[in-house]
């Protein structure tokens, strides 16, 4: 059974830095492209960011770029992004999903930027 | 960017009906076009893929069509669990886009 658990949300003020995890079980991990989608409260689905499956190739929306960065450990597979210099727009729930075209999706984490 | 727009925003029906929600691309995607099903305060469940695959596990009154920048989402027979937000999403190229999502709604 494919599983994705994110993990790393949490209260932050503006400015700060935050690292979520997504860990993957079920599936071969390594071979998947990955990626991140947010979805602000009462808002749509926002893509964030996504990664090739060895890691190599890295994509963002531009609302994030520079600020944000995707990687990935496939020994241990798990996902991760890594938020600095957080605004208050990037409060959101962020989901890892499998594939471009997610056919699984986790969770879900919510992150707050707030003072 | 590639701007997915769907239609219509929200809509209400009734168990047994048959119910289209569109999507138009602006710009010719292929049929790189996926569906999703969101209910309040759960992660997004994936429906179709490739504009017309539906997802294993998918109920077959769930079906999707088209191609270039024309798709439609059709729910045939609604169920009471099918009411939902529905999410359009084109993969054809970075940066990846949704459509604004559909409520459908019980009448």
């Known amino acids: 059974e494919v599983q994705l658990l994110d993990s790393g949300g949490g209260l932050v003020q503006p400015g700060e830095s935050l690292r979520l995890s997504c860990a993957a079980s079920?599936?071969?991990?390594?071979?998947?492209?990955m990626t991140w989608v947010r979805q602000a409260p009462g808002k749509g689905l926002e893509w964030v960011s996504s990664?090739?499956?060895?890691?190599?190739?890295?994509y963002y929306a531009a609302s994030v770029k520079g600020r944000f960065t995707i990687s990935r450990d496939n020994s241990k597979n798990t996902l991760y992004l890594q938020l600095n210099s957080l605004r208050a727009e990037d409060t959101a729930i962020y989901y890892c999903?499998?594939?471009?075209?997610?056919?699984?999706w986790g969770q879900g984490v919510l992150v707050t930027v707030s003072s | 960017d590639i701007q997915m727009t769907q239609s219509p925003s929200s809509m209400s029906a009734s168990v047994g009906d048959r119910v289209t929600i569109t999507c138009r691309a602006s710009?010719?995607?292929?049929?790189?076009l996926a569906w999703f099903q969101q209910k309040p305060g759960k992660a997004p469940k994936s429906l179709i893929s490739?504009?017309?695959s539906l997802r294993s596990g998918v109920p077959s009154r769930f079906s999707g069509s088209g191609s270039g920048t024309d798709f439609t989402l059709t729910i045939r027979s609604l169920q009471p669990e099918d009411f939902a937000t529905y999410y359009c999403?084109?993969?054809?190229?970075?940066?990846?886009?949704f459509g604004g999502g559909t409520k459908l709604e019980i009448k």
């Open positions: 999903a499998k594939r471009i075209d997610p056919d699984y």
């Open positions: 079920g599936f071969t991990f390594s071979s998947s492209v």
């Open positions: 990664i090739s499956s060895g890691g190599g190739s890295a």
């Open positions: 710009q010719d995607i292929n049929t790189y």
């Open positions: 490739e504009s017309s």
């Open positions: 999403q084109q993969y054809d190229s970075y940066p990846l886009t």
